[in-house]
């Protein structure tokens, strides 16, 4: 453990940590649908340490956050409750 700890880089475990969310995201992402698998993500460690001088500015989003709901599915159409109705109240309404 000590030998890892004395050698290991923090920049490196940190766009190695990104990167697992990053994926993960993409999983989610893709969930239910079949797809091929992707080959695994490379790690370009100049882009990244670069992008640390201004991530901060713009509010960093994680590829783990919360997605906004998407709706997959057709809302279900129901008919009106005063359609048996409609009639009487449009008589009501106009007649007087």
């Known amino acids: 453990m000590r030998a890892m700890l004395a050698t290991a880089d ?3 475990l940190f766009t190695g940590i990104r990167a697992a969310q990053e994926d993960l995201g993409r999983r989610v992402d893709r969930r239910g649908v079949q797809t091929t698998p992707q080959e695994p ?5 100049q882009r990244f340490t670069a992008n640390l001088k201004t991530a901060w500015q713009g509010g960093e989003v994680r590829p783990t956050h919360k997605r906004p709901y998407r709706r997959t599915k057709p809302y279900p159409k129901r008919p009106s409750m005063l359609e048996p109705y409609e ?3 449009r008589a009501r309404c106009c007649s007087g």
């Not at 993500?41 to 460690?45: G, N, S």
Request: glycine share 0%.
């Open 41 to 45: 993500v490379v790690i370009d460690l």
């Open 87 to 89: 009639a009487q109240i």
């Open 10 to 12: 923090p920049v490196m």
